[in-house]
């Protein structure tokens, strides 16, 4: 019989078995357990022990204290913490803009904040781990007896082992109580042996003060360090110190943790391990300094225990290799606090050892732009940039291929090169005539380049402008899909964008001649007259240009793209500025045959400042057009010749039809229709101030100012909804057979109407129910009203008139043609009733913009009709 029956059985003959379940020690139920179940149950019961009494009593004797999580996950955020960490973050923004863009360094270290407090703990443990209350001590014993025992240490500091009581071991590192325990194995249990790890690990309370984000205390793994606790605290505020975190314990200073070490090196060595109830406090930030410039790492430094320039140098990272060390830029305060600036020399060590002072802005100089051996190509080109220039090149050595270096949109038949004079450092301009260059390698055209040269590589507008409208369609499908693809991309990203496309004009003759235009003015003086000229008229691309070295009118023409198929080759005007014998300013204007220009047949030579105007071909290509509609033999649209009449264009269309009614001819005029549309716009006007005047005025005429008021609101209305014509009263049937009648000279969009014979009379304005009438022979202008219901109560009978069918007015009450309104009608004539203005006492205007709209609603209607 073993140990554990003997133990179990002088249990049970002493105490009941809830009081010997209590009894035993953790070691002997562990052994116990180790038995199979059947071996349990059977000695259980053999000796009165309840084997859930013992389980709950090792519950209990091996319950250990919960950690607390503190940190609460960014989730739990209140919506006070959140607002506070938005005015945080503004108030760094704004303090980076103060600081020219800078950032204190480091910091970012901290940005986020943890979701959980979950230390690590699956690691190595140290030696010199210093054991407390909480931890747990895995005992593995092997040989004679196979047992796995898990020794909390308690409260008092003790661990309890089988057989041998209380073991004190709280205070002593891991590898002394792994020593003693193995020790006290090797005593007491013969032919035994023991393997001790540690289990789980306490927990314990520190302190996180000072400029920390979130200070306070932090429940942490016994593991931790400075810079875990650091973490769990969300990091340090900016104004708090990175570089002298000081670690207390009692009250007493323990360690100083710089963390420049860690960011800078990975040094570790002072990120001591925490103690329960330590402190960690983060005392304000130090003096900073700024560097900028050539440097890695630009951005606010703190200083500590004196910094010299190379150090701080090597705190940002380095110099660049774009970085000049001879000029550093110190700008600091004077002793009567105003900022100066300093330099400092990096390549001696004067310069090295220069100490830095709190506030100073530095700033690493960067070298100049290449400043020999190269060409430079800029513009439509497939890799613009800088090429190496050696002695005897030529334009073909940069560019090869028309295709390949240029872009598709480039001009290939003109660039220019800019050359610079190393010794009076002006510019010069060079035409280049490119294909020719290429398609002759070591020609005349194939210009030797000389060092500092720049190609200018211009976009032909012409192929741009035909591409958007040769691939209109597809252009837009295409937009039409990036812009969906797009929006798509903002709404799963939560941003907006936009996709850059090329746009060419940067590459025109305006944008990449404007600052060598700029240079050549700059460098006129005396004696060096400004070397540019003006070419305008139908060119490709009219504007300022360098002068040509060759100074011919052709090249100067050439630069600007070429003539156009609308210019002029029987003459050019050429200005040019000068000063006459008395001093005085004079323009000269020089006649040119273009035509023995562009041979090269002329003498003349360009000079400073000329201006160059090519003449086009008057009226070429102006197709001036006129549209013959309805009942015309050939209805259509009609080019015509200067002086062309109507009659002729007629003729030209077979004359009138059968069906034809010319007394309702409608004739309309371009600049007709933009008076009717300027009268329009003055009579809105108008009647907008009238209005006012109306609402203004009260309702002092018995109720009539609402009438009044409604009147010009309706009149308004028709005003705002009308459509000017541009009709002209014609006598076409004259115009078509008689030779005397007033031939009507055609211009430019005039438009000819022909309805057909018409057989109504119709009656508009102020009836009941203004209609159009079947045309009856004998009924006359009355008959006509009375048809109609007669007229409204706010009609003016006394001004009745008609607009015959070619767009004439008649006055029935005043006409000499007929005896007042007893005349009789013909068809298509038109009885208008305006309003009683006088009734209402209201302006004279109202009547005749009536009228106009009354006229243009009938020259509308009469041309919708056919």
């Given at each position: ?322 970085a000049y060390p001879q000029l550093v830029r110190i700008e600091r305060n004077n002793d009567d606090f105003l900022r100066i ?102 020609g005349a055209n194939d210009i030797r380049l000389q060092e500092k040269d720049q190609f200018l590589i211009f976009a032909d ?406």
């Amino acid at each position: 019989m073993n140990l554990t029956k003997r133990l179990l059985m002088s249990l049970a003959l002493v105490l009941p078995a809830t009081a010997a379940a209590q009894s035993i020690s953790q070691s002997q139920i562990e052994q116990f357990k180790s038995m199979p179940r059947a071996q349990q149950e059977a000695l259980a019961s053999q000796y009165g022990v309840d084997l859930d009494s013992i389980a709950g009593s090792a519950g209990q004797r091996n319950q250990r204290p919960q950690n607390v999580n503190v940190v609460e996950p960014v989730d739990a955020i209140s919506d006070e913490e959140r607002e506070r960490a938005r005015q945080e973050q503004e108030n760094n923004e704004e303090q980076d803009r103060k600081n020219g863009g800078l950032k204190p360094f480091g910091y970012d270290l901290f940005a986020g904040s943890p979701t959980t407090f979950a230390p690590v703990t699956e690691i190595p443990i140290p030696n010199d781990y210093t054991l407390g209350p909480g931890d747990v001590l895995r005992v593995q014993l092997w040989g004679k007896e196979n047992q796995q025992l898990e020794l909390p240490v308690s409260r008092d500091g003790t661990i309890s082992f089988p057989q041998s009581g209380p073991q004190t071991i709280a205070g002593l590192s891991f590898d002394q109580a792994r020593q003693q325990i193995k020790n006290l194995v090797s005593e007491q249990y013969i032919g035994v042996q023991a393997s001790v790890t540690l289990g789980e690990l306490r927990s314990m309370r520190v302190f996180v003060l000072g400029e920390a984000r979130n200070a306070g205390s932090y429940t942490v793994s016994s593991l931790s360090t400075i810079t875990n606790a650091l973490y769990v605290s969300g990091g340090i505020k900016r104004t708090g110190s990175l570089r002298k975190i000081q670690h207390k314990r009692d009250g007493q200073l323990v360690g100083e943790l710089d963390l420049y070490d860690l960011l800078l090196a990975g040094d570790t060595s002072d990120d001591n391990r925490l103690q329960p109830g330590d402190v960690i406090f983060i005392p304000p930030v130090g003096d900073r300094v700024g560097i900028e410039g050539e440097v890695y790492r630009p951005a606010l430094y703190e200083l500590k225990n004196g910094t010299n320039l190379q150090e701080l140098v090597n705190l940002a990272g380095g110099l660049t290799p774009q970085a000049y060390p001879q000029l550093v830029r110190i700008e600091r305060n004077n002793d009567d606090f105003l900022r100066i600036i300093a330099e400092a020399n990096l390549t001696t060590q004067k310069g090295k050892q220069a100490r830095v002072r709190p506030g100073d802005r530095i700033e690493v100089a960067s070298i100049s732009d290449i400043t020999g051996q190269y060409v430079e190509v800029k513009g439509a080109a497939t890799r613009p940039g800088r090429y190496a220039w050696v002695p005897g090149m030529r334009v073909s050595s940069v560019i090869r291929s028309l295709d390949n270096d240029l872009l598709r949109e480039a001009d290939k038949r003109y660039a220019a090169i800019v050359r610079t004079d190393s010794e009076t450092d002006t510019v010069s301009v060079i035409n280049l005539r490119l294909r020719q260059a290429l398609n002759n390698p070591g020609g005349a055209n194939d210009i030797r380049l000389q060092e500092k040269d720049q190609f200018l590589i211009f976009a032909d507008e012409g192929k741009v402008s035909a591409k958007s409208e040769d691939q209109n369609d597809i252009e837009r499908n295409r937009e039409k899909a990036r812009r969906r693809n797009l929006e798509l991309v903002e709404r799963e990203n939560g941003e907006e964008g936009e996709e850059g496309e090329e746009d060419y004009s940067r590459f025109s003759r305006e944008v990449l001649f404007a600052p060598v235009l700029q240079r050549l003015k700059a460098q006129a003086k005396p004696g060096a007259p400004q070397q540019t000229i003006g070419v305008t008229g139908p060119v490709r691309y009219p504007g300022e240009y360098p002068l040509p070295a060759s100074g011919k009118v052709a090249d100067a023409i050439y630069v600007a793209g070429g003539l156009k198929d609308s210019a002029s080759l029987y003459t050019a005007e050429l200005a040019r500025f000068g000063v006459n014998d008395e001093g005085t300013g004079e323009t000269n204007v020089i006649n040119l045959d273009l035509q023995a220009v562009m041979r090269g047949d002329a003498s003349v030579t360009l000079q400073s400042r000329d201006r160059l105007l090519i003449k086009s071909i008057p009226e070429f290509a102006q197709a001036k057009t006129i549209e013959l509609n309805g009942e015309v033999r050939y209805p259509g649209e009609y080019t015509i010749r200067n002086g062309e009449t109507l009659r002729d264009v007629i003729k030209r269309a077979g004359g009138l039809t059968d069906n034809a009614f010319p007394e309702g001819a409608i004739f309309t005029r371009e600049k007709l229709r933009q008076l009717e549309a300027q009268r329009l716009r003055e009579a809105e006007e108008r009647l907008q101030s009238d209005l006012v005047g109306v609402q203004l005025e009260g309702d002092d005429f018995g109720g009539q100012n609402a009438e009044r008021t409604q009147q010009v609101q309706d009149l308004l209305e028709e005003v705002q909804s009308s459509r000017p014509v541009g009709r002209m009263v014609i006598n076409l049937a004259a115009v078509v057979e008689s030779d005397d009648y007033q031939p009507i000279r055609l211009q430019a969009g005039d438009t000819l109407t022909v309805p057909t014979i018409p057989q109504a009379v119709s009656v508009f304005g102020e009836v009941q129910f203004p209609t159009s009438h079947l045309h009856s022979e004998g009924l006359t202008v009355d008959d006509y009203l009375e048809r109609s219901g007669g007229p409204t109560r706010h009609a003016d009978e006394e001004r009745v008139y008609v607009v015959k069918a070619d767009g004439s007015v008649m006055l029935p009450e005043k006409s000499r043609w007929f005896g007042g309104r007893s005349q009789q009608l013909a068809p298509g004539d038109t009885i208008i009733v305006p309003i009683d203005v006088d009734r209402l006492n209201q302006l004279e205007l109202w009547s005749n913009v009536s009228q106009i709209v009354y006229q243009m609603a009938l020259g509308a209607a009469a041309v919708g009709n056919l």
